[in-house]
């Protein structure tokens, strides 16, 4: 078996604390994280996955066991070193008002630079190459306060690139990022683990990203870790277990949260398709559920010479509608 980008053995990570005693927020971890994959973090808040991440950075001292980054201690290895394998993004990184994205990405050649910090031609080749891997390109003269979030997220990444290092691990990289930028930031990640052969870490919140782009999910739940394919962790309940929550839970079906029981009446929505999905997504999100043993309705999606329209059918009784917000008004009349 070849030698992993980075390797816990009998990690345990948490925190020693004089007075009150230590906390250990999970014990013998041994992972692996392999070149050109891309791995999400996921688990509730305050699970431990930051101090995984800053354990992993060797930033903070693991409880016990190891971190190994290319078979080599990281807790025994110089700065400049350390600097050279592994790069880290984190959430809320201060951006001086001044810099502008070249020098930000920049900064990513300080392991590489002599004493003085003096960039290079080849250092400048890096920082170049790096600012186009995340299409930044024309960031590159922008000062960071004219910056969109998501604009400096990928001069983050880019100076994490230019770093050079065969591992990157961040820290909710879109984290205050609207869903396309959430969308856009995993899916860049996902192609420069595929295409680069770097080994990349990601904690995140956003469950549906992580599981349309990660090749492993790392799941951290009750000080244990779970490890496996995302569809494997969904399939076994993993995830639904994981995010278990009072009235809320993971559909398998779904591949999303929703509430569990439901008060309102049972209809049975015929047929399959993106219109029956949002459908039944909206009589889900008006208290109905899905029934077609005991559904006092049915509503089926036809067509008429005008485009599509929904039949809805009430004690033998049809009535046509061009609009899901019609259907719902109309159970709402039939007092349903």
């Known amino acids: 078996m070849s030698v992993p980008a980075l390797q816990t053995l009998d990690l345990s990570i948490g925190y020693s604390r004089r007075r009150k005693g230590d906390i250990c927020l999970a014990r013998a971890l041994n992972l692996r994280l392999e070149p050109g994959a891309l791995v999400g973090l996921l688990g509730p808040n305050g699970v431990g996955k930051s101090t995984l ?3 992993l950075a060797a930033m903070q001292a693991p409880m016990a066991g190891q971190v190994l980054l290319d078979g080599e201690d990281a807790r025994r290895m110089r ?9 880290l993004v984190l959430t809320n990184t201060p951006y001086p008002d001044l810099m502008t994205g070249f020098e930000l990405v920049a900064l990513g ?8 910090g003096r960039l290079t031609e080849s250092d400048r080749v890096a920082v170049n190459w790096a600012l186009d891997a995340v299409n930044a390109g024309e960031l590159a003269r922008q000062v960071l306060t004219e910056l969109s979030d998501g604009q400096r997220q990928r001069l983050m990444i ?23 930028r959430r969308v ?3 899916c860049l990640l996902k192609q420069l683990a595929h295409q680069t052969g770097r080994a990349i870490l990601v904690s995140t919140h956003d469950l549906d990203q992580a599981l349309r782009n990660c090749d492993q999910l790392w ?13 494997d962790l969904v399939l076994d309940g993993s995830i639904r277990k994981t995010f278990l929550t009072d009235g809320i839970s993971f559909d398998e079906g779904s591949g999303a949260f929703a509430v569990e029981a439901y008060a309102g009446a049972a209809i049975h929505v015929k047929g399959s398709g993106i219109g029956e999905t949002w459908m039944r997504r909206a009589l889900e999100r008006n208290g109905y559920r899905h029934d077609p043993a005991a559904g006092v309705a049915d509503i089926s999606l036809g067509q008429n010479g005008q485009g599509p329209e929904w039949h809805l059918t009430i004690e033998e009784r049809l009535s046509r509608h061009h609009s ?3 259907v719902l008004e109309a159970l709402k009349d039939a007092g349903i």
Request: hydrophobic letters at 55%.
């Open 109 to 116: 050649r300080l392991p590489h630079s002599d004493w003085l």
């Open 158 to 180: 880019a100076r994490a690139l230019a770093q050079e290092t065969a591992i990157m691990l961040l820290d909710e990289p879109t984290a205050f990022l609207d869903l396309p």
């Open 219 to 231: 799941l951290m739940r009750e000080g244990a870790m779970l490890v496996g394919a995302p569809e």
């Open 53 to 55: 991440l800053r354990t």
């Open 324 to 326: 899901v917000a019609a």
């Open 79 to 87: 700065p400049e070193d350390l600097a050279r394998a592994l790069s």
């Open 184 to 186: 856009e930031i995993m």
